[in-house]
């Protein structure tokens, strides 16, 4: 009896705990004027004009639950009342590099926020497992738009840049929810990371992957899409962008990836731009292509 009762216990917790996935928890409005960023973006205390779009944007902190654990995350909404299109951001790095901070998503997201989306991104978990459990901070987050008054729940879509490209082709694989997606510099297939750079593998993904050495072949596949590409959903599209200078994300594996798409007949587009893995030099035409896709992807979608 009384290990009836401590699996009933167990189930309702469970129970609970799925409820409350996406909840947010603290949402804190952002006065960027008192932020570090303030002097990158300003002049005389002023916007800098290639920054004024940012004067009829909101930006929070807050933080939401998953799992049980309770995670960072940033919200970009527009000032003005309306229901929006939202669009996940995930963040590339891992662990404490290259963390979701207001430059990374201003750079990145804003001018597309500008044009009437929500967008919202996750820190992942502390514990990051580098497209382990960590997923489902993601996958969350189409729970937590439900609570945001200007987001439409029902439109939602996806961009990830370098390792965010990882988190967002496991997100194709497990969502139906992702109308349309696009990945800026992704890494498609884990095993030829490690052979381009081995620092990855016993500074990143040893130490972030469990049991990563006595479980190597099975954990690298799982997170390397060009493995499961007939897994992705059908529901979605991609938008694929590679910089041809780019040192971080082999550029061969991702053809070899597109080659895998057209075969299957996935709906994608793929384009290629002379530059480094940060577009450093082609800016203006990242975000042009972003706004492009995701207005008719995603905004003006039938």
């Known amino acids: 009896?009384?290990?009836?009762?401590?699996?009933?216990?167990?189930?309702?917790?469970?129970?609970?705990?799925?409820?409350?996935?996406?909840?947010?928890?603290?949402?804190?409005?952002?006065?960027?004027?008192?932020?570090?960023?303030?002097?990158?973006?300003?002049?005389?205390?002023?916007?800098?004009?290639e920054f004024a779009h940012l004067n009829n944007l909101d930006f929070f902190f807050i933080t939401y639950q998953s799992d049980s654990l309770v995670i960072n995350g940033i919200l970009i909404e527009p000032k003005s009342s309306g229901k929006y299109p939202v669009v996940i951001f995930n963040r590339g790095g891992n662990r404490d590099f290259a963390p979701l901070n207001l430059s990374t998503i201003i750079n990145y997201t804003s001018k597309l926020a500008g044009q009437g989306y929500v967008i919202i991104g996750s820190n992942y978990r502390e514990k990051d497992e580098f497209g382990g459990k960590e997923l489902n901070d993601v996958l969350n987050l189409t729970e937590t738009v439900r609570e945001i008054?200007?987001?439409?729940?029902?439109?939602?879509g996806m961009f990830g840049w370098s390792r965010g490209g990882v988190m967002t082709y496991l997100s194709l694989k497990e969502s139906d929810r992702i109308k349309t997606a696009i990945v800026g510099n992704g890494v498609t297939n884990l095993f030829q990371l490690i052979k381009?750079?081995?620092?990855?593998?016993?500074?990143?993904?040893?130490?972030?992957i469990p049991d990563y050495w006595k479980n190597k072949e099975l954990e690298l596949r799982k997170r390397s899409v060009i493995y499961w590409s007939e897994k992705l959903s059908k529901q979605s599209s991609l938008l694929i962008i590679s910089g041809k200078?780019?040192?971080?994300?082999?550029?061969?594996?991702?053809?070899?990836?597109?080659?895998?798409l057209s075969e299957l007949k996935y709906d994608y587009q793929y384009q290629e731009f002379i530059t480094d893995h940060f577009f450093s030099n082609k800016r203006n035409e990242l975000d042009q292509l972003v706004l492009s896709w995701f207005n008719k992807r995603l905004k003006n979608a039938d």
């Not at 081995?198 to 040893?206: H, Y």
């Open 149 to 156: 008054e200007k987001a439409d729940p029902n439109c939602i």
């Open 196 to 208: 381009d750079r081995p620092k990855m593998e016993t500074a990143v993904l040893a130490e972030c």
């Open 1 to 49: 009896m009384k290990s009836i009762f401590c699996l009933l216990f167990v189930l309702l917790f469970v129970e609970l705990v799925i409820a409350q996935n996406g909840k947010i928890l603290d949402k804190q409005l952002v006065d960027l004027s008192k932020t570090e960023v303030w002097y990158r973006i300003s002049e005389n205390n002023i916007l800098k004009d």
């Open 245 to 260: 200078n780019d040192k971080r994300a082999n550029q061969n594996t991702t053809t070899k990836f597109v080659e895998k």
